[in-house]
Each structure stands twice: as C-alpha cells, then as structure tokens.
C-alpha cells in the first residue's frame, strides 16, 4: 500500500463522509502552487463513528489543519479547544487548525457565500432585503457575515416554523432578523439565499413567485452540472442566479489565508472544475 507520509511536508486534508466528490484537493493543490506554498492536501474517508480517532490520527501524522465537510462539522465543533467567533455563532466547524495541543476551529462557509455575491457577483448587501430558506446548519453559519453587512432587513423562511422563529431569536441582536413560514412571505426580496439541502433531492423549497422580481439575486448553496430546480423556478420569475460554486472556492481560499497567510486569487477558479 503506497505511503500518504510526507514527514517533511505541510499536511493538510478533508475529512468526510463521503469524501470521494470533494473538489477541496484540487483547490488547495492549485491554491498551493500559485502561492507558491510547499505543502501536500489529501482527502480523507473517516467512518461515520470515527471522527475523533480520525482527527487524532492524521494530527499525529503531522497535519497542520483540515478542512471537514459533512457530516463532521458538529464533530469538529466538539473536538476544538478554542473557536473562532464566527465559528461560535455558527455551532459548527468546517476548518481545522492545529499547533501543538490546541485545535482550533473556524467556519469559513459564510464568510465564502458573501464574499461570493459581494466581489463575484457583484451584488451590494448593505440595505437589502434578504430571504433566507432554511433553519439547519447551513443557515446558522450564513447568518452571521450576512448580518455584518448592515442589510435592512433579513428573514428566514422554514418548513417547520419553529426552527425558523428560534434561529431569528439566537440572532436578534445582529440586526433587523424575523421568520416566517413559506406560505406568508411577503415579497419581493433583494437577495434570496437556499440554504435548505432540497436541492440535493431535486426539489425546491415552496416559496411564493411574489419573492422575486428582475432585480432580484436568487443564490443556491448547492451546486451541480445543472441548475436546481431552486434556480430554475427562480430563472422563471427573470431573477438573476447563482449556485454555491462560488461560494466553495472563497471558503476554500479563507480557509487557505488561515493556514498559510496568504490569500490566493480565486478568479480563475469560478467555473467548476471538470
């Protein structure tokens, strides 16, 4: 069996399950040789069971940070010894960084969806009105660099209203947050984010057509060869789209700064890799 040691190189990796779709090594291979970085990043399978054997295993091997993808994130929030305040507000961890005892983690996933529709898209936040779908983890960790960019208004929207109404009380004091249910939205909106998983069952979360207009920015976090069918009810209403491409190329490269200090240029990643 071939060795994956590289003693006197950088080890980075991703951890998942499963794990063999991530594109995360061929953005931290490419972000490495145009920084110029000497370091080797691989992805790793860790048994649904096993995340903490996992981690301690390639933390003993000589890894350096790590990038962890689902279904960890909740796992790697428990297993750090101090947390970024993004990553606090999140309740769960997608990068690893290690020295000595410490783990530290950090949520790069919000900060990757609003640098995606700020510098990418082109798309101003400050007082905008901002639809969020969804009330999981996805939401919770976008809730917060969306509030830092001063939007005059952000709703979220959940099947179960519930998670919808609890989420906008966890961050009131961000800002001006309120839920509802699908069915009540009063539109239109700015910017409407999915941050539900029905895209990865080709379905779409029931929104009204009234939350779109042509100006409107309809923003899906997943993304696929084709447009989900989230995107595609969008486009029906003349709304401009975007999928989550993006959106995982700048959480990569954040996640790179932190490791190494050095920001690559994402430009010429934003078109999917083959």
Not at 40 to 67: C, E, M
Not at 198 to 223: C, E
Request: charged share 15%; aromatic share 8%.
């Amino acid at each position: 069996m071939p060795s994956h040691d590289h003693p006197a190189i950088d080890q980075y990796a991703v951890i998942g399950n499963p794990i063999a779709h991530s594109k995360s090594p061929f953005l931290h291979t490419a972000f490495a040789a145009q920084c110029q970085q000497v370091l080797h990043y691989r992805a790793i399978l860790a048994p649904v069971d096993q995340f903490a054997t996992t981690l301690k295993q390639f933390i003993s091997q000589g890894g350096r940070g790590a990038n962890i993808t689902l279904p960890f994130k909740l796992d790697a929030f428990q297993a750090c010894t101090e947390l970024t305040a993004r990553a606090r507000a999140a309740g769960a961890v997608n990068t690893l960084q290690f020295d000595g005892d410490t783990i530290k983690g950090d949520n790069t996933d919000g900060f990757g969806l609003v640098r995606d529709i700020t510098d990418n898209a082109g798309v101003t936040l400050r007082n905008r009105r901002i639809l969020l779908l969804g009330a999981g983890g996805a939401a919770r960790g976008a809730l917060l660099p969306l509030m830092e960019c001063h939007p005059s208004e952000l709703v979220i929207a959940n099947r179960t209203e519930e998670k919808a109404q609890q989420l906008a009380s966890d961050f009131g004091k961000s800002g001006n947050i309120s839920y509802n249910s699908f069915a009540d939205l009063q539109g239109p909106f700015d910017i409407i984010i999915n941050a539900t998983s029905s895209s990865i069952n080709q379905q779409r979360p029931p929104v009204p057509a009234s939350v779109y207009q042509p100006t409107s920015l309809a923003y899906d976090m997943m993304y696929g060869e084709h447009p989900t069918p989230f995107l595609q009810h969008a486009a029906t209403q003349h709304a401009q789209t975007r999928n989550g491409w993006g959106m995982l190329v700048e959480q990569a490269a954040e996640a790179f700064y932190i490791w190494r200090g050095v920001r690559p240029d994402t430009s010429r990643f934003l078109q999917p890799a083959d």
